[in-house]
């Protein structure tokens, strides 16, 4: 049974608590006539079971992306539909998509506990670094939904990367990787395409043959969608995980073809 199935269920012991348990509650609170009282409890789901790890992703993931969207003092068009983008690319149902949308709300909200919410993710992840840098790759995605940082989307990012245990040279790396992505994704010159396309793959155009087939399959074996969901990511998001492998593809492909 999926995350979501146990709260179809009414067993709510994958709400661990903390300020994530609150903010899903929060989310949460209309969805049952009856409200929350008087739910039974699965005790079984401890810290790193799949479908807690799962429920865990899926809240901390919708609500920090209001955060970040609010980070610059308003939420823009752009990244309302990033939002909506990756809540179309998980197929979500009536009652799962007005639960992510609440749980972004929730992130827009003045004093909302970014730190503590951080930490809690990390430690619910348990280890899980790859599950981890998909979440923070959204993050950055989400800011630049509009094409561009400013200064307080990117002091934002900065410091969840360092909540997150990133080093300054981890983040740039991943930073980079993400927003080569979506410069690939966009119909731009062949000179510009070819470009991203290295900075998806996180090499330059001085690297060798051997040492971009290494960086390729490497970024593969990151992203691949089985990999991610035996590690906890909410099945409805293995379509997220499906687009990046095609785009690593896609780039490596391309590199290729022009060498």
Known sequence: MSWWGKVVGGTFGF?????????????LGNYFDGGLDGLS????????????????FFTTTFSVMGFVA???????????????????????GKQQRQVAIRLFG???KPGFPIHEVLAQFRKECHRRLILIQMFL????ATAFADGKFDSREQGILEQIASDLGYSHDAYQDLLNRVTGQAHFAE?????????????????????????LKKAYR??????HPD??????LPEEMIELATQKTQDIKAAYELIKSQR
């Open 15 to 27: 709400m661990m608590g903390g300020p994530l348990g609150a903010i899903l509650g929060a989310a």
């Open 227 to 232: 990999k991610l969901v035996a590690k906890g």
């Open 70 to 92: 609010k980070s610059d003092g308003q939420v823009s068009r752009a990244e309302i539909e990033m939002a909506e983008q990756v809540i179309r690319q998980m197929h979500l």
């Open 187 to 211: 119909q731009g010159s062949m000179k510009s395409r070819l470009e991203a396309a290295y900075e998806l793959l996180g090499v330059t155009e001085r690297v060798s043959d051997a040492e």
């Open 218 to 223: 490497r970024q593969m074996n990151q992203h």
């Open 41 to 56: 409890l699965d005790e079984s789901l401890g810290v790193g079971a799949t479908e807690r790890v799962q429920s865990v």
């Open 106 to 108: 929730e992130g827009k």
């Open 137 to 140: 790759g959204i993050q950055i």
